[in-house]
């Protein structure tokens, strides 16, 4: 599947525009300073982005944690097109994450940022980014929690004020892909259960080393209040051995 089929070249102007400087409120508020903590303990010489975007996160890796050697791969040209505008010296190719063009063991650092939803075939995404990665090396996983997914894009039940009242789970163990939409963006996302992912992740020979749920520490009080009510992303760390 390419990007004019799963949504991300039609919807690249908005999710441009919505990621900013600092990224969506998850990024900003959630991950990003769960990352950090990751990181102050952490370092890296050679870095994969696998589904870089709009490069925001390839530039967060050099200015704010030192990395000298960043590589960005996604396989949506207009997101490509940003990511080199904003970092005209930095390295971004046109690849998917199922066919990575890169030697064996080129990296000591490979970053999957809320990306794996957007891949269609895991399998081989998972055994790429394992393949590329160096002994002893790191795949850091953000990902949303597949209870978020399983909701088809309409997690939150409303009562007749609009106030949120739970969170809906529907066909939780069957993979399914399903269109989301918000702010002008509509892209298809896919579900696995958390099994599929730690099996896969488990099969390529890798060893879990960090998860976490971090919870949302800034932001706008009640985007903060809702998101830790149902927190919909975690952290993972995984190491070859």
């Known amino acids: 599947m390419n990007e004019e089929e799963n949504g991300w070249s039609q919807s690249a102007p908005a999710w441009i525009e919505s990621q900013g400087d600092n990224g969506d409120f998850s990024r900003e508020f959630v991950l990003d300073p769960a990352i950090d903590r990751i990181m102050a303990e ?3 010489d050679h870095a994969l982005d696998v589904g870089c975007g709009e490069g925001r996160f390839c530039r967060r890796m050099r200015t704010h944690y030192g990395i000298g050697t960043v590589t960005g791969i996604d396989p949506t040209e207009p ?3 940003a990511a080199r505008k904003h970092d ?3 390295t971004y190719l046109r690849a998917e994450a199922e066919a990575l063009p890169f030697p064996e063991e080129s990296f000591d650092l490979v970053v999957s940022y809320l990306t794996l939803i957007d891949i269609p075939d895991l399998a081989k995404a998972i055994a790429e980014m394992t393949r590329v990665l160096r002994p002893q090396g790191t795949l850091l996983i953000a990902n949303l929690n597949p209870f978020i997914t399983a909701c088809g894009g309409t997690a ?3 009562d007749g004020a609009g106030r949120k009242q739970f969170v809906r789970v529907d066909r939780y163990l069957e993979e399914h892909a ?3 939409a918000w702010r002008g963006i509509r892209i298809l996302n896919h579900h696995r259960p958390m099994s599929r992912y730690m099996t896969l992740l488990l099969e390529a020979g ?3 080393t960090r998860f976490e749920e971090p919870p949302a520490i800034g932001g706008p009080p009640a985007a903060r ?3 830790n009510r149902v927190p919909y992303a975690h952290l993972m760390e995984w190491t070859k051995p």
């Open 206 to 208: 890798l060893r879990l």
């Open 156 to 158: 939150w039940v409303k």
């Open 79 to 81: 997101l490509l097109a």
């Open 225 to 227: 209040e809702a998101y």
């Open 88 to 90: 005209p010296h930095g």
């Open 178 to 180: 399903d269109w989301q």
């Open 42 to 44: 952490r370092r890296f």
